[in-house]
């Protein structure tokens, strides 16, 4: 009865290399975020999609390539991972794109290492 | 833009006694305030938030925090902690703009037996 599930939960990989990670919600939630938490904790959004349509890009490479195939799936693409990509990876959903009156729930989160 | 400081990184406090977990914000308008926890290994928690209405904010597991205009802070607090509060607290801010949540830097709250 997992609420926002992510896969993998860990991912190590070569540099160059092209990964993905997956989030999903059975919350019916219809926004969800990606969060990267690098390695002093601090946490910071990368993107936002509300009903399958970004609406939130923050200044992220391009590399990065979030996919939204429905509500309840927000995929991370990550093109060439480079070392500075290690990080945590933290998938939220929340009901409503206005994080001010609608709580974020968060994944457990995907420990990504770029070797 | 706005922005939150916690101005610890760590804190710890012995069990049963208070605790208080610190934040200043920056706003420039009306703010909308969080409080988030995170246990080890795992995904952020909500706990609490302030809009508007009573200074006083309660929240889960038995936390509060306290809205302060004039001196700009939003702590957090607990009457008497337990060891399982042991965790990562951050403090958040809503910007409207964009948006989205900014958090702070984190605080490791360690409570001692």
């Known amino acids: 009865d997992t609420a ?3 896969t993998p939960k860990y991912l190590v990989t070569q540099m160059g290399n092209d990964k993905s990670i997956k989030c999903e919600q059975n919350l019916g939630h219809d926004t969800m975020y990606w969060y990267k938490q690098d390695s002093k904790k601090f946490l910071k ?11 939130i890009n923050e200044t992220v490479p391009n590399r990065f390539s979030p996919k939204s195939p429905d509500k309840a799936h927000l995929n991370l693409h990550i093109n060439s991972l480079e070392l500075g990509d290690s990080a945590v990876y933290f998938c939220a959903s929340s009901q409503g794109n206005s994080p001010a009156y609608n709580e974020q729930f968060f994944g457990p989160g995907t420990r990504l290492t770029v070797l | 833009a706005q922005s939150v400081a916690q101005p610890e990184d760590q804190v710890n406090v012995a069990e049963g ?3 208080t977990v610190k934040c200043t914000y920056s ?3 009306n703010p909308y305030l969080f409080w988030y926890v995170q246990y080890p290994n795992r995904g952020l928690q909500f706990l609490l938030k302030y809009i508007t209405g009573d200074n006083l904010v309660k929240g889960s597991y038995g936390f509060e925090a306290e809205f302060n205009k004039s001196q700009t802070s939003f702590h957090l607090k607990k009457p008497s902690a337990l060891v399982s509060d042991s965790a990562l607290y951050f403090c958040a801010v809503y910007e409207g703009p964009a948006r989205q949540l900014t958090f702070g830097s984190g605080t490791q709250l360690t409570v001692l037996p």
């Open chain 1, 4 to 6: 926002v599930s992510q």
């Open chain 1, 45 to 55: 959004i990368m993107f936002s999609y509300n009903n399958k349509e970004l609406i």
């Open chain 2, 17 to 19: 006694n208070p605790l």
């Open chain 2, 27 to 29: 706003v420039s308008g």
